[in-house]
């Protein structure tokens, strides 16, 4: 996950609006989906059932666009949720002088700086 240039939400959309909805999604520049491709269901179910959940990123650029047809699809919906996933910051790295870095030095290798992942 990018944190520095991307916001991601976790959304859920009942079957009878996902079409309806991701068409509208799928208008925003750059956003991108992310979602189980194959999700169990029992041998006698023709449908998928319960709700389709995915994870969602979008540009910092573009995330109002985005929030503003998360909170439409909320109120019009039956059933639709959203929530932005913050990113965790427990994890801080100091330099020699106490001030807060954005990487750290790779364990693995010490002359390699580690600021996509933080886990080499």
């Not at 990113?87 to 390699?112: A, Q, T, W």
Request: proline residues 4%.
């Amino acid at each position: 996950m990018d944190w520095r240039t991307r916001k991601y939400y976790i959304v859920s959309f009942i079957p009878e609006a996902y079409e309806m909805r991701m068409g509208y999604l799928q208008l925003i520049p750059k956003i991108k989906f992310h979602s189980y491709k194959d999700i169990p269901k029992q041998n006698d179910e023709m449908e998928q059932r319960g709700v389709y959940q995915m994870m969602i990123s979008v540009p910092f650029e573009y995330n109002d666009m985005l929030e503003y047809e998360l909170r439409k699809a909320e109120r019009t919906d039956f059933y639709c949720y959203w929530k932005e996933i913050k990113r965790d910051l427990s994890k801080k790295y100091l330099d020699v002088f106490g001030n807060l870095i954005s990487y750290r030095r790779c364990e693995l290798n010490p002359h390699k700086r580690c600021n996509h992942c933080m886990n080499c």
